[in-house]
């Protein structure tokens, strides 16, 4: 029995002003899956992810989420179907505390949940943060505030995750803990969505993976098969 995905986009065309940046771009995610999307700087990944979460106004195409068509409802809407977005910027809130950082992320929420009880869940998943609760986000490492990021996009519970080059600038011991944190996060039934230039990486915990080149999937198949393909990586890949 064929299974239907979590995520399925068809034919999607995005733009920037003039700029036609991703063009006739399908691809799915099965729930419970990691899916990685691979490709140089400027090969429309961002633009991709931003076009599925609902930020960017002028496409085309069909994206469906959990058999619901989304491309016409506006980001918050996205949002409460079960669908977060961690961008490259983190966006974490200067002053404000771990905490306080955690606490935004049901903001939005149209979910009744107990905050504290919730924290304490997220605190457990993330030991960095537990140590760091009280303390302002913006004094801890750029690796700790990617943390906080996730973690913040899990305070709703999401059925899935887009992260947008979550490794970008972070030592290499953290860039460890992230993605052993993406094996567990995908255990305990959460979907995601990477884009990652840490290419070997992101294959190692991925189920399958997307290459993008100029704004057009050129290749697509296993992560266990993309990472044996040095060819591949070379070609459309290697910064």
């Known amino acids: 029995m064929k299974t239907t995905p979590l995520l399925e986009v068809q034919d999607l065309n995005a733009w920037y002003d003039r700029s036609h940046v991703v063009q006739n771009v399908s691809f799915h995610v099965n729930a419970g899956e990691i899916v990685t999307l691979m490709g140089r700087n400027g090969a429309g990944k961002t633009t991709t992810l931003r076009t599925v979460m609902g930020l960017l106004s002028r496409c085309t195409g069909r994206v469906m989420f959990d058999g619901q068509e989304l491309l016409a409802q506006p980001?918050?809407?996205?949002?409460?179907l079960g669908l977060a977005y961690v961008p490259e910027d983190r966006r974490i809130v200067?002053?404000?505390?771990?905490?306080?950082?955690?606490q935004l992320g049901l903001l939005a929420?149209?979910?009744?949940?107990?905050?504290?009880?919730?924290?304490?869940?997220?605190?457990?998943t993330f030991p960095r943060?537990?140590?760091?609760?009280?303390?302002?986000?913006?004094?801890?490492?750029?690796?700790?505030?990617?943390m906080l990021a996730i973690a913040r996009a899990m305070m709703a519970e999401?059925?899935?995750?887009?992260?947008?080059?979550?490794?970008?600038?972070i030592m290499p011991v953290l860039v460890d803990?992230?993605?052993?944190?993406?094996?567990?996060?995908?255990?305990?039934?959460?979907?995601?969505?990477l884009v990652e230039?840490?290419?070997a990486r992101a294959l190692a915990v991925s189920d399958r993976a997307y290459?993008?080149?100029?704004?057009?999937?050129?290749?697509?198949g296993s992560a266990e098969a993309l990472l044996a393909d040095e060819e591949i990586q070379n070609k459309y890949c290697a910064v």
């Open 75 to 80: 980001a918050h809407a996205r949002f409460h």
């Open 177 to 193: 803990e992230m993605f052993e944190l993406f094996v567990r996060m995908k255990a305990t039934g959460v979907t995601l969505l």
């Open 109 to 124: 929420s149209q979910k009744k949940v107990d905050i504290d009880a919730r924290i304490d869940v997220i605190a457990e």
């Open 211 to 220: 290459i993008l080149d100029q704004g057009l999937v050129v290749h697509e």
């Open 158 to 169: 999401p059925r899935m995750i887009l992260l947008d080059e979550p490794s970008e600038g």
């Open 94 to 102: 200067p002053t404000l505390t771990v905490r306080e950082n955690l």
């Open 129 to 146: 943060l537990k140590e760091r609760l009280s303390q302002e986000a913006t004094s801890m490492s750029g690796g700790e505030q990617q």
């Open 197 to 199: 230039q840490n290419v």
